[in-house]
């Protein structure tokens, strides 16, 4: 992120409030650096640790079968979450920039499942996705069957995690696209008609492509988020049912009073948040430097 | 109307019945849950509006010691790591806005830390919380402390702009009249960033309210609101549970509802959990 604004015509720069300023940036980075960062590194030493250093509490990661469906389903779980909140929150942001069907109290509503705290959201999906749930009432009013929403391992349940996932951060994905939307001149849609380009035309050769950095940060974003998956899988289906690596490093710790390995599992997932946040934000400054070149 | 057109309108009126739905539909369900007795809330099939009323649970959130300590702690929580992230976030914010390299420091950080998944933070931390003595303490100042470290980021991005606008001039001349950095820091540039301060307060007070992860590790006893509705969803006391969730929305809906579209920019860029 670049922020812009900088004044370097300052002129009364000197050594008193130069040192203020460095007293300002210090205290807050060690702060953060001290309470977020120097634990973790603590958290990775110890993960190496096992009745002195080793590689055993991977190995015995490796070995666990539990291990490797947390692994899977923490790929799985962030992927399908961060579709399905793009392709909503695409679709809510063109409808609501649309001129013509703009609506503070759609935009309020749509706004609102993020303005719930996470653990409201999650208490109220648990309520509606229990077997005796109001979705299976719902369901059997309408002379459905009912389904088993949150049954442990089944492919459904790891679809449930997905969805509510999804609900409670579609608006983040929505503001951060509308922000993009308003972006566009409004004289690249007249020339587009002005060609003739129809509805979907305009939207696939104007629209899309003028919003590429918005969608590139907000996949990026949501991403690295969508890897820390950790309460939804907690409430709604518990540690063991659709398992991810932070429910699973949670259980390690707390039920089987494993420390060591508990780290080791949160380890293996800081390192999957590291390459793909990294790796995604290499691509998105390779992204808009082809962009400038070609403006 | 030609069907292309037409089908479009049938696609946006079908986002907006499911936007408002699935806003309101949930909520309403909450409520109702709320204020009838539990052998109601489990009968099937389920019953859609109440057909008994009581106030029982609400009382129960203000009886039960342990559910008012965990209000209590949880406002404790919120306003203490909301004052240190926004006091901290200012210090920040100030010195990125005034110079390149406070920049790329600040900036360096903030993206660092946000890469941090919370339970790769949250075991080791414990364990150092509890060698310092203030692990799962009845205050929740272990937690407080952790709460201002994580949204420091998002008090320093709000106040960023407001430093920013503050034309250098009036620096200068307070400059000139004899203030010192810090004097200047004190009586100028606070006073005229207030307004994005009390906006960096409501948000991190928010983000604490709201954080789940840190609280269910570091408070394993004496709980914070979350974890508590946590326990209370997953082992089926569910009027308390509603009743404890309605009451837990009230901050953040009244912000999102009052300040609204004003909050656009800053919910996105300090969203993170």
Redesign the interface.
């Known amino acids: 992120?670049r922020?812009c604004?900088?004044?370097s015509?300052?002129?009364?720069v000197n050594a008193?409030?130069k040192?203020?300023?460095?007293?300002?940036?210090v205290?807050?980075?060690i702060?953060?650096?001290a309470?977020?960062?120097l634990?973790?590194l603590?958290?990775l030493l110890?993960s190496f640790d096992h009745h002195g250093p080793s590689l055993a509490n991977y190995r015995i990661l490796f070995d666990d079968s539990m291990f490797w469906r947390a692994l899977g389903n923490n790929l799985l779980v962030p992927f399908g979450s961060v579709i399905v909140e793009f392709v909503l929150g695409l679709?809510?942001a063109l409808?609501l920039t649309?001129r013509r069907?703009r609506?503070?109290?759609?935009?309020?509503?749509?706004?609102?499942?993020?303005?719930?705290?996470?653990?409201?959201i999650?208490?109220?999906?648990?309520?509606?996705f229990l077997p005796?749930?109001?979705l299976n009432?719902a369901l059997?009013?309408a002379g459905m069957h009912a389904l088993p929403w949150l049954s442990p391992r089944s492919p459904l349940a790891t679809f449930t995690v997905i969805l509510v996932d999804a609900?409670h951060?579609t608006p983040?994905v929505m503001?951060?696209l509308?922000?993009g939307l308003q972006t566009i001149p409004d004289e690249l849609y007249e020339a587009a008609r002005l060609d003739g380009a129809?509805?979907f035309a305009t939207f696939w050769f104007v629209t899309i492509p003028m919003l590429m950095p918005a969608i590139v940060g907000a996949l990026i974003?949501r991403g690295?988020?969508a890897?820390?998956i950790?309460?939804t899988v907690?409430?709604l289906t518990?540690p063991e049912g659709v398992p991810v690596?932070?429910t699973y490093?949670?259980s390690l710790?707390d039920d089987a009073q494993k420390?060591h390995e508990?780290?080791a599992a949160?380890?293996i997932?800081?390192l999957m948040?590291?390459m793909i946040?990294?790796g995604g934000l290499l691509a998105a400054r390779r992204f808009s430097r082809d962009d400038g070149a070609r403006a | 109307m030609n069907i292309?057109?037409r089908a479009?309108a049938a696609?946006?009126f079908a986002?907006?019945a499911f936007?408002?739905v699935?806003?309101?539909l949930?909520?309403y369900?909450?409520a109702k849950?709320s204020v009838t007795p539990e052998l109601e809330t489990?009968a099937?099939?389920?019953h859609?509006t109440p057909h008994h009323l009581t106030l029982a649970h609400f009382i129960s959130v203000f009886e039960v010691n342990e559910l008012r300590s965990a209000v209590l702690r949880s406002l404790g929580v919120a306003a203490v790591s909301a004052a240190i992230a926004t006091l901290?976030?200012a210090?920040?914010a100030?010195?990125?806005?005034?110079?390149?390299i406070?920049?790329r420091?600040?900036?360096s950080?903030?993206?660092?830390?946000?890469?941090?998944?919370?339970?790769?933070?949250a075991?080791?931390?414990g364990?150092?919380l509890a060698t310092v003595g203030i692990y799962d303490s009845p205050s929740g100042i272990g937690l407080a402390?952790?709460h201002?470290?994580?949204a420091?980021?998002t008090a320093?991005l709000t106040l960023?702009?407001a430093f920013?606008?503050i034309p250098?001039e009036i620096?200068?001349a307070a400059?000139i009249d004899g203030a010192?950095?810090?004097r200047i820091?004190l009586t100028i540039d606070l006073p005229m960033a207030r307004a994005s301060i009390a906006t960096a307060l409501i948000l991190c007070f928010i983000l604490s309210?709201?954080e789940?992860?840190f609280a269910l590790?570091v408070q394993q006893t004496n709980r914070t609101l979350?974890p508590l509705?946590?326990y209370y969803?997953?082992f089926g006391n569910?009027g308390p549970?509603?009743a404890l969730?309605l009451l837990?929305?009230i901050p953040?809906?009244c912000?999102?509802?009052a300040l609204?579209?004003a909050l656009?920019?800053t919910?996105?860029a300090g969203?993170?959990?």
């Open positions: 992120m922020l604004g900088i004044r015509r300052f002129t009364t008193a409030s040192r203020l300023r460095t007293v300002f940036v205290v807050p980075c702060f953060m650096i309470m977020l960062l634990p973790a603590n958290g110890l679709a809510l409808m649309a069907s609506s503070a109290l759609i935009e309020t509503a749509a706004i609102l499942p993020f303005a719930i705290p996470e653990i409201v999650l208490t109220l999906a648990r309520y509606i005796r749930g109001y009432g059997a009013m609900w951060v983040v503001l951060m509308m922000a129809g509805t974003l690295i988020d890897l820390r950790f309460s907690l409430v518990g690596l932070s490093s949670y710790w420390p508990a780290m949160s380890m997932l800081a948040v590291t946040g990294v | 292309r057109s479009l696609a946006r986002l907006s936007v408002i699935a806003a309101v949930p909520l369900l909450l849950q489990f099937w099939p389920p859609w901290l976030g210090m920040l100030h010195a990125m806005a005034r110079s390149s406070a920049q420091i600040g900036l950080t903030v993206s660092g830390i946000r890469l941090l998944p919370m339970i790769a933070v075991i080791p931390l364990i150092i402390i952790v201002a470290a994580i420091i980021p320093a960023y702009a920013a606008a250098l620096e200068e400059w010192s950095p810090i820091f309210w709201d789940f992860g590790l979350p509705l946590y969803t997953v569910v549970a509603s969730a837990m929305m953040a809906v912000v999102v509802v609204g579209p656009r920019g919910l996105t969203s993170s959990r």
